[in-house]
């Protein structure tokens, strides 16, 4: 029997992802409490992807950070009529299996994926495909983060960052908010990027849920995001090295087998 069967698990990701999440959890057993946090909105300067991608012979490979950013990508592509000649000669990079899944079915052949899905190993693995001395097209979330652009410029490599969507915090009703921190806490909760935390921590308030916390299992996707909940004063249960969805859930799993997430109090400043 699953370790999640009967434990209720709060998802905190997009909406069309939380779906995906939901049915896995439910799929193991687990009680599945829906409350997306994030939503993402077209950036600011819409137009700047197209651009670059009228462009994209100019550039020796192509990374995308996300599989929502591979979608947008594929979509302007498509749109400019580069597709074919994309598929057939463009060289890319993913940034974890979801986002080069995305990418192959939409046709791309050549898609490569780091052996480490952060930033630094993503940088590793760009250099090593001669990203210091060609240029790179970096397709990410308005508000990334900058390890990739900043180790390749300083390797002497030329790179273009683009966004293709940025990320916003959805506005949940007070009376939302208050059945699900004044009920019962669930016994797991799922953070998979920081900013689905950061948002779940302005949505509740930081001092009420780092306490609503306290009772709960917490588990981070990726080192990134542990960091910025460690920073906020919480210590992930356990923290999923991929954003695999069954390794995710496994890594559930093992942290509903521990005690709960530990916290400090708001006005801590992330230290004990």
Not at 51 to 64: G, H, K, L, P, Q
């Given at each position: 029997m699953s370790g999640l069967a009967g434990r209720r698990v709060l998802i905190t990701r997009d909406a069309e992802e939380a779906a995906r999440t939901a049915e896995a959890v439910a799929g193991r057993g687990g009680i599945p409490v829906v409350f997306p946090c994030i939503a993402f909105e077209a950036p600011a300067d819409p137009e700047a992807?197209?651009?670059?991608?009228?462009?994209?012979?100019?550039?020796?490979?192509?990374?995308?950070?996300s599989p929502r950013g591979a979608?947008?990508?594929?979509?302007?592509?498509?749109?400019?009529?580069?597709?074919?000649?994309?598929?057939?000669?463009?060289?890319?990079?993913?940034?974890?299996?979801?986002?080069?899944?995305?990418?192959?079915?939409?046709?791309?052949?050549?898609?490569?994926?780091?052996?480490?899905?952060?930033?630094?190993?993503?940088?590793?693995?760009?250099?090593?495909?001669?990203a210091a001395r060609g240029r790179t097209l970096l397709v990410r979330a308005e508000e990334g983060r900058d390890v990739v652009p900043d180790g390749i410029r300083a390797a002497g490599g030329a790179v273009d960052v683009v966004a293709a969507y940025r990320t916003v915090r959805v506005t949940h009703s007070e009376t939302a908010v208050e059945g699900l921190l004044a009920g019962t806490p669930p016994d797991l909760a799922l953070f998979f990027s920081p900013s689905a935390f950061d948002a779940f921590m302005a949505i509740?308030?930081?001092?009420?849920?780092?306490?609503?916390?306290?009772?709960?299992?917490?588990?981070?996707?990726?080192?990134?995001?542990?960091?910025?909940?460690?920073?906020?004063?919480?210590?992930?249960?356990?923290v999923?090295?991929?954003?695999?969805?069954?390794?995710?859930?496994?890594?559930?799993?093992?942290?509903?087998?521990?005690?709960?997430?530990?916290?400090?109090?708001?006005?801590?400043?992330?230290?004990?």
């Open positions: 992807l197209r651009r670059a991608v009228a462009r994209w012979r100019e550039y020796d490979r192509v990374v995308v950070t979608r947008v990508l594929l979509e302007r592509l498509d749109r400019l009529g580069e597709w074919p000649e994309a598929a057939e000669r463009g060289r890319f990079f993913a940034v974890g299996e979801a986002t080069a899944r995305v990418l192959r079915r939409g046709g791309l052949r050549d898609v490569r994926v780091p052996g480490q899905w952060q930033g630094e190993g993503l940088l590793e693995a760009l250099l090593a495909d001669g509740g308030g930081a001092s009420r849920v780092l306490e609503w916390l306290g009772t709960v299992r917490v588990v981070a996707v990726g080192a990134v995001t542990a960091g910025a909940m460690e920073r906020a004063g919480v210590v992930p249960s356990a999923a090295v991929r954003p695999v969805l069954e390794q995710v859930l496994d890594a559930a799993e093992e942290a509903l087998s521990r005690g709960p997430s530990a916290t400090m109090s708001a006005d801590s400043g992330g230290n004990p």
